[in-house]
């Protein structure tokens, strides 16, 4: 009874749960029934980029949907939705450097600033590091306005995400499909463009 209760009020939250935590278990799932035995690593680091990188993208798009729609409910799966991403791309470096590397850091350095495809890769997800940890409401308050400002570098996470998936792949159809959509979110979000959109939709 209360979680059906819970989840009328919370069905959107619930949901983002769902997207956050199904590739994961999905994920596991296959490695414990024996799917990744060509090359487990190269599989695991594939799954954990392209879902980080879905997550991004969602989280990218709850802003632009709440001035599309007004729907105010998505501007609080925007944090979750961001926090899964890193969570994934926490898996995804930690795949790279423990599975691939095991850890071995005069190797490591090479395999990350060498190869030029995995440096925006790596950028990202400094970025998405930093505003992982100051995404708690303390560090909110301790930045104030420099919060909005820092947090803004999601889009160039995003970006650098894209460049880095577009570098590794021979088709290049899927990078630019998500640099078409982060492309639109940005313009969506420029002020002039973002009040003639609340206009209309008043
Ligand atoms: C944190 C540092 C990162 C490192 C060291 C890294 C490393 C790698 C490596 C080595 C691959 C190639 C796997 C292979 O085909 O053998 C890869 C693929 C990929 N990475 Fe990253 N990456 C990083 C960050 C990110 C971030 C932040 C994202 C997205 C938010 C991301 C998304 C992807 C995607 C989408 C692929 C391609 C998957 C495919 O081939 O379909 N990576 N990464």
């Known amino acids: ?58 989280s990218l798009a709850c802003t632009p949907i709440h001035t599309l729609l007004g729907l105010k409910s998505v501007l609080r799966v925007r944090r979750g939705l961001g926090l899964y991403a890193f969570l994934y791309v926490a898996l995804h470096f930690l795949t790279f450097a423990g599975l691939d590397y095991r850890f071995q850091w005069d190797l490591l350095g090479p395999a990350i600033f060498d190869q030029l495809y995995v440096l925006p890769g790596f950028a990202a997800g400094l970025i998405l590091l930093v505003l992982a940890i100051t995404s708690a409401r303390g560090w909110q308050k301790r930045l104030g306005r420099n919060w909005k400002r820092l947090h803004r570098l999601v889009y160039l996470a995003g970006i650098l995400a894209i460049v880095h998936f577009l570098w590794l792949v021979k088709d290049t159809g899927e990078p630019l499909r998500y640099g078409a959509i982060v492309a639109l979110l940005l313009i969506l979000r420029v002020p002039r463009v973002r009040e003639a959109v609340s206009n209309v939709r008043r």
């Open 1 to 58: 009874m209360v979680l059906i209760s819970w989840l009328k009020r919370s069905w959107l939250q619930a949901l983002a749960h769902a997207t956050g935590l199904l590739p994961l278990a999905w994920l596991i799932w296959d490695h414990l029934h024996g799917a990744f035995i060509v090359d487990p690593v190269r599989e695991i680091t594939t799954r954990t980029g392209r879902t980080a990188l879905v997550l991004l993208v969602l």
